[in-house]
């Protein structure tokens, strides 16, 4: 199923897409206030995305440097072209540690790896502890949403899934009492999991530390308590020097969901005595995006969600509709660049309307890349013929003044004596929508006869 | 070639030309009155500041919240109330300790963290496993913003460093603010004078 067709999946619970909407769009409202309280936000966006080119224009350097570093602080670093190589790499720490039970906290590289599913094929359980993150997992479903994984979920449902799973009573619905009885569940497989999988946020190629930022504690309950931390980063994750950690954490939390900071920002230098520690850089496609001119900005994404938050289309369609591992805006240009085939819907999934550039802290110029996406995708033939066409057409209309106003006043006059040609189920723009009452003359024709 | 090697040599065909890069922003927003600024933003953020003369304020405070609880400190000072002998257990024994009291660098004014590296936790895994968190912070030791923060602790040397910004938390349940996630439920800052 393609996104559209998934919208309207999502879209026959017209209360839970209400409800959706409004919830995230309070996110984004959060986010502009503490955005605000900063009269240097835009200078610290400006100075995060000019960090980040430097960082793409100088990344193998980068690269070479932290791994230098990592390594005299105890830490062994690994390469990974690709998913497979990387979900490989870690299924032999694992199997060299005799282990076959894993806790792993937020890391939306190993969703992307598709990493739990390539574990359980060979026999390794592997346990997320973000709370979200667990709820989906128990549910059998992907994260809808990189910060809010189980957004898409009502508190009933959770409760109907911890009692399926854990055991719990029936009928809890109280997110107190639901998040209770995860930490509970969950403290005894951090006391017993002798191996922990983490994200990474940044990694500092000056001092050859990572940063791990979360609310709930859980990457750290993981890592301190086992033997043996595997951290996994997309080899965009770099920035040049610790300074630089100053810019992005203001940024972060504040775009994320509007707090001045996530509760824990943990730097992990070196293993503890006695831990081994274990590092895996994944290109998996990065490198192919990075020599894509037009969209390789896409590689100074921090990953806070605030495109999808501000998104109408994201909002009312939710993050499955999208079925690639990061939802939303920026999904929609980073899956092409993977299989231009498979995810050629997803650039389509948008009103251009410039609201995700508008609050992207590191200031990628998002609806434009989704714009010149159709257009590789269209090019390359991934396009259905009548979208195409339609394309076309609507080129021809918007380039040539005369047939604008033509076409304009055609419009209007055919709306208003047949609404049923425009509002009708061959026009995907109706469906969940009513059509407006057109106006009876342009701006462009009152101008005339006002001016 | 290794995957290394493929990988540094694709970014040095595909990377775009050397750019510089740019200085960093400054501000002053946050430079005056930073006791009171953390003192709010620590409060908003589910933490508590509890003002003390000196360390006895400490141990009071524990003698009349935590009587009957395990309670671990790095303070020596603290040994009447709370145990100090604990850096040869392993982590995992930490499972039951209700409240602990650990020393910190300094704390931010705009985000209410504070700055803690691994000497002063003993294990890493203390400011994490506790039921409540403590710790002590001198009042002139608060900076305005991440920047200062970044440029106090400059090139020093640690294993692990931590900014800790209240009790763990979650929303991931329709966005019901939840304190107390898999960390701490609470956490108390000590400002000493
Ligand atoms: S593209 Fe920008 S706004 Fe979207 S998640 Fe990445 S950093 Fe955040």
Not at chain 1, 35 to 45: G, N, Y
Not at chain 1, 227 to 232: E, L, N
Request: charged fraction near 20%; include cysteine; proline fraction near 5%.
């Amino acid at each position: 199923m393609n996104h559209p067709q998934r919208a309207e999946v999502f879209n026959r619970d017209e209360d839970r897409v209400d409800w959706h909407d409004k919830t995230l769009w309070w996110v984004r409202q959060k986010r502009d206030m503490a955005a605000h309280k900063l009269p240097e936000w835009e200078a610290l966006r400006e100075a995060a995305s000019q960090i980040k080119h430097n960082v793409l224009s100088n990344l193998d350097e980068y690269l070479v440097q932290f791994e230098a570093h990592a390594q005299q602080n105890g830490v062994t670093v690994h390469w990974a072209a690709d998913a497979t190589e990387h979900n490989q790499i870690v299924h032999r720490i694992l199997v060299e540690n005799q282990v076959t039970q894993m806790v792993k906290s937020k890391s939306m590289l190993t969703e992307e790896c598709h990493l739990n599913e390539y574990l359980e094929r060979n026999g390794i359980e592997v346990i997320d502890t973000d709370l979200g993150e667990r709820v989906v997992q128990l549910a059998g479903e992907p994260p809808s949403h990189i910060v809010m994984p189980c957004i898409h979920k009502k508190k009933e449902e959770i409760g109907e899934i911890f009692h399926h799973h854990m055991g719990t009573e029936a009928g809890l619905s109280d997110p107190q009492i639901l998040t209770g009885l995860a930490r509970t569940d969950l403290r005894q497989r951090f006391l017993t999991r002798r191996v922990a999988l983490t994200g990474v946020n940044f990694a500092i190629a000056e001092t050859g530390e990572f940063v791990v930022c979360t609310n709930e504690g859980n990457a750290d309950m993981g890592a301190h308590l086992a033997d043996v931390h595997i951290a996994c980063m997309g080899m965009e994750k770099i920035i040049p020097k610790r300074e630089h950690l100053g810019v992005f954490t203001r940024l972060l939390a504040r775009s994320a969901t509007g707090q001045p900071s996530t509760t824990y920002t943990s730097h992990f230098k070196k293993p503890r005595n006695g831990q081994q520690m274990h590092l895996v850089i994944v290109d998996n496609g990065r490198t192919v995006q990075l020599g894509r001119e037009d969209f390789r900005n896409s590689l100074k994404c921090i990953r806070c969600a605030a495109c999808m938050n501000t998104c109408p289309v994201y909002r009312r369609s939710g993050g499955h509709s999208y079925h690639t591992a990061i939802a939303g805006p920026i999904g929609s240009i980073l899956a092409p660049n993977l299989n231009m085939a498979d995810y050629a819907d997803l650039p389509f999934a948008s009103t251009l309307c410039g609201s995700c550039s508008n609050v992207c802290p590191v200031k990628i110029d998002i609806h434009q890349q989704l714009y010149k996406w159709r257009q590789v995708l269209v090019q390359q033939g991934h396009v259905s013929a009548s979208k195409a066409a339609g394309m076309q057409a609507m080129s021809t209309v918007l380039s040539n003044r005369r047939v604008f106003a033509v076409a304009g006043s055609a419009g209007r006059t055919l709306m208003r004596w047949f609404p049923g040609i425009v509002s009708n189920s061959l026009n995907p723009w109706y469906k969940q929508r009513e059509m407006p009452e057109p106006p009876k003359e342009s701006f462009r024709e009152w101008y005339e006869k006002n001016r | 070639m290794s995957p290394r090697d493929k990988i540094l040599q694709a970014i040095r065909q595909n990377k775009p030309a050397l750019t510089a890069l740019p200085a960093i922003p400054t501000s002053n927003t946050f430079a005056d009155q930073v006791v009171e600024r953390f003192t709010e933003i620590l409060t908003t953020i589910g933490g508590q500041v509890v003002s003390v003369p000196d360390m006895n304020g400490v141990a009071e405070y524990i003698r009349s919240h935590y009587p009957a609880h395990r309670v671990i400190t790095t303070f020596p000072e603290l040994a009447e109330v709370a145990e100090v002998h604990w850096e040869d257990t392993s982590p995992h024994e930490l499972a039951d300790v209700e409240f602990a009291v650990l020393n910190v660098h300094f704390g931010v004014a705009e985000n209410g963290a504070v700055w803690i590296t691994d000497p002063l936790m003993m294990h890493r895994a203390s400011p994490f496993i506790c039921q409540h968190l403590g710790v002590v912070l001198s009042a002139g030791q608060i900076v305005p913003t991440m920047h200062e923060a970044y440029a106090r602790i400059g090139s020093a040397d640690y294993g692990f460093g931590l900014f800790i910004a209240g009790p763990s938390k979650t929303a991931d349940i329709e966005q019901s603010l939840v304190l107390g996630a898999h960390g701490p439920k609470t956490m108390t800052v000590f400002l000493v004078d």
